[in-house]
């Protein structure tokens, strides 16, 4: 048995895909790249009914239907349609061929599930397939039938899901333009008044071929019910990928949140297909100024939930600013095959690392990426000698079991150092002013004096002084050569 998968008005279906609710609006396709003046190759139900018809340019399109969206055909909205229909596809049957733009043909042999295979089967099967492609923003017609050409005759000419079981028949009821006869050979056929295949094939043979040639072998080829072939099959490539023009400038965060949510579903959808898990994810905004905005998302543990790619995307886009506005968005995930990990007994995991993941992002959010991460010491001296690194929890060792020790005092830093005044004696200070202490200095220890980078112009030198007021506050002073100011405070 074999299937076959066509898409009605192909190139009119690979635009609409990421946007489905236009199909209940008048949309009509226009070729630019097309020599002559661009015509009207495809349209929507509600602007055939306004009067749209194929062949008519733009401007008789918009004298028809005032209301009318003119839309461009994508040659690459048509090859990530195509991508879609041979992903879902695999998901059914790992023998695919890709046919035509907007047709595939599946081998059904070897499926247990289709085992024996009887009509209410076969249609139930179907049915599944084309629920996962309405999902995927197409709108597919399915043939079922004993042979490639049966089933390629059942998805063009059938219903939306049509398994032949009377092949005679149904070959017979088909119209003769279904065996896509040349142009002369067609006026031929319908000055003879045939119009079915059945009236054709009634002909004998041999004075159809003594009148037509060569190519009425090729027509009763077409109309056999048992001739069969073997497919030219492939593999759904690995892209996975979702984009979006917009016919009017973003500035908003919504209709992207909103464009971005229903991407992340459908590309989950085809990794669940596919089993495959996303590991990253790169986004790219095109600007109305012609700039590009491009962010690589990396997700902390590979996944195909699209709630937390969708929180992942929202998290970033809170934090970015762009010069114009948006006219352009694509959204491409990087996969992997889903990790599988047993732990010992003993050991444990982050419950849920993709939630402190995007704990971190929020919080980059609000005080900005370079305040955020894992402090590591630079290979320099100095008390700030020190970056942010993202937390990374692979491969650590475990920590040992801490020895009992003394409770020491807390150093907490003050960031930005406030300022002070102080009054020394001797270079020893003994009274304070500032926004945190005021008054005099009953204990003061040090100096601690520092010093480095001396043979470049940044060098620097402070004094560390730790002193106690008369409240009981504990106060790391720092002399340098702008003045004092108050390091930190000792808990």
């Avoid at 661009?38 to 399109?61: F, K, N, W, Y």
């Avoid at 085992?115 to 397939?129: H, K, R, S, V, Y």
């Avoid at 492939?234 to 979702?242: A, D, I, L, S």
Wanted: with cysteine; proline share 9%.
């Amino acid at each position: 048995m074999y299937a076959a998968l066509h898409l009605p008005r192909f190139p009119l279906q690979a635009v609409l895909r990421p946007a489905p609710d236009l199909w209940e609006q008048p949309v009509a396709l226009v070729d630019p790249r097309a020599r002559g003046t661009p015509v009207v190759l495809e349209a929507t139900q509600p602007a055939l009914e306004s009067g749209v018809e194929r062949g008519q340019t733009a401007t008789q399109a918009l004298a028809r239907c005032a209301g009318v969206r003119i839309r461009h055909r994508d040659p690459s909205s048509e090859t990530a349609a195509t991508d879609v229909l041979l992903q879902c596809a695999y998901g059914f049957s790992p023998h695919l061929e890709s046919t035509a733009p907007g047709l595939c043909t599946m081998d059904l042999r070897g499926l247990s599930r289709l085992q024996p295979p009887e009509p209410a089967t076969l249609q139930a099967w179907a049915g599944e397939l084309r629920a996962v492609l309405l999902a995927q923003g197409l709108r597919p017609r399915i043939g079922v039938g004993a042979t490639p050409n049966l089933a390629r005759h059942a998805a063009l000419f059938g219903e939306e899901v049509h398994v032949v079981t009377d092949a005679t028949g149904f070959v017979a009821s088909l119209p003769v333009s279904a065996l896509e006869p040349s142009s002369d050979t067609a006026r031929i056929l319908a000055g003879w008044g045939l119009r079915t295949v059945g009236d054709l094939l009634a002909l004998d043979p041999a004075e159809l071929a003594d009148r037509l040639g060569l190519e009425a072998i090729g027509l009763l080829a077409a109309a056999s019910t048992r001739t069969t072939r073997p497919l030219n099959t492939v593999r759904p490539p690995e892209v996975w990928t979702e984009s979006w023009d917009f016919e009017d400038p973003v500035e908003t965060l919504e209709p992207l949140l909103f464009l971005l949510n229903r991407f992340t579903g459908s590309l989950c959808a085809r990794l669940a297909l596919g089993a495959r898990a996303a590991e990253a994810m790169d986004l790219s905004l095109r600007l109305e100024s012609g700039a590009r905005l491009d962010r690589r998302l990396a997700i902390p543990e590979p996944t195909r939930d699209p709630a937390v790619l969708q929180r992942l995307l929202a998290t970033h886009l809170e934090t970015v600013r762009s010069e114009s506005a948006v006219v352009g968005l694509r959204l491409t995930l990087e996969t992997t095959v889903p990790a599988q990990r047993q732990f010992g007994l003993f050991e444990t995991t982050l419950k849920d690392p993709r939630q402190f993941q995007e704990t971190l992002g929020r919080i980059a959010a609000l005080l900005g990426p370079d305040r955020v991460g894992t402090p590591v010491k630079l290979p320099r001296h100095g008390v700030d000698a020190f970056r942010l690194a993202p937390p990374e929890f692979e491969g650590i060792p475990p920590l040992a079991q801490p020895r009992p020790a003394l409770q020491a005092p807390g150093l907490r830093r003050l960031r930005p150092a406030p300022a002070a005044t102080v009054e020394a004696v001797e270079g020893r200070p003994v009274s304070i002013r500032c926004p945190i202490a005021q008054g005099r200095l009953v204990v003061t220890l040090g100096p601690w004096r520092a010093s480095g980078r001396w043979w470049e112009s940044g060098a620097w030198h402070r004094e560390e002084w730790d002193a106690t007021t008369l409240r009981g506050q504990v106060l790391r002073l720092v002399r340098q050569p702008e003045g004092w100011t108050v390091d930190a405070l000792l808990d």
